[in-house]
T-cell receptor
Framework: AQKVTQAQTEISVVEKEDVTLDCVYETRDTTYYLFWYKQPPSGELVFLIR??????QNEISGRYSWNFQKSTSSFNFTITASQVVDSAVYFC???????????FGTGTRLQVFP | GAVVSQHPSWVICKSGTSVKIECRSL??????MFWYRQFPKQSLMLMATSNEGSKATYEQGVEKDKFLINHASLTLSTLTVTSAHPEDSSFYIC?????????????FGPGTRLTVL
């Protein structure tokens, strides 16, 4: 089965807290790609990161960091020192080599309160 | 970066009418375009994939006669919801992949919110 699970449906934090959004995926393919997207209230999907299955190096971009662990099939996303503008729904997605079909998780709604 | 637009951004129509939604790639040629549907507080579900000049490929459970997709040029795809009913009310999002982009890189439009009364 090919599937993306985001077990956290909703998370609420207070500004400046760190928060980690979990993503667990299932696939038997050896070549695949993982994504994170942000969907603010306006609805437009904002691309955050793309990672291929051969690159397990963790990545940091400003306050955002990603932890890719093939051993646990997880691709978790951490926001450090969260801000109100981080409030959005965050989707993890999976796709494969030679296909365009994106499989989305159910999303995690993050609310950051001032 | 690559920009994808959708028009209209929102539409309200009466039950039984047809609604056309346009998806345009503004600064690149989109060889493949995708249409997604998102119900409130739910995830995005792929409806169909269209390649320029050929018929769209629909996902299982999506009625191709109800959701007509046309990808007549490298910068435009349209989704027509025919004989719309209230259960078709949803957020429709398109995405596009360019000829020269990374194979798995899709650029998303801002979405169209359809409300059928």
């Amino acid at each position: 089965a090919q599937k993306v699970t985001q077990a956290q449906t909703e998370i609420s934090v207070v500004e400046k807290e760190d928060v980690t959004l979990d993503c667990v995926y299932e696939t038997r393919d050896t070549t695949y790609y993982l994504f994170w997207y942000k969907q603010p209230p306006s609805g437009e999907l904002v691309f955050l990161i793309r990672r291929n299955s051969f690159d397990e190096q963790n990545e940091i971009s400003g306050r955002y960091s990603w932890n890719f662990q093939k051993s646990t099939s997880s691709f978790n996303f951490t926001i450090t020192a969260s801000q109100v503008v981080d409030s959005a729904v965050y989707f993890c997605a999976l796709t494969f080599y030679n296909t365009d079909k994106l499989i989305f998780g159910t999303g995690t709604r993050l609310q950051v309160f001032p | 970066g690559a920009v994808v637009s959708q028009h209209p951004s929102w539409v309200i129509c009466k039950s039984g009418t047809s609604v056309k939604i346009e998806c345009r790639s503004l600064d690149f040629q989109a060889t493949t375009m995708f249409w997604y549907r998102q119900f409130p507080k739910q995830s995005l579900m792929l409806m169909a994939t269209s390649n320029e000049g050929s018929k769209a490929t629909y996902e299982q459970g999506v009625e191709k006669d109800k959701f007509l997709i046309n990808h007549a040029s490298l910068t435009l795809s349209t989704l027509t919801v025919t004989s719309a009913h209230p259960e078709d009310s949803s957020f429709y999002i398109c995405s596009a992949r360019g000829r020269q982009g990374n194979y798995n890189e899709q650029f998303f439009g801002p979405g169209t919110r359809l409300t059928v009364l």
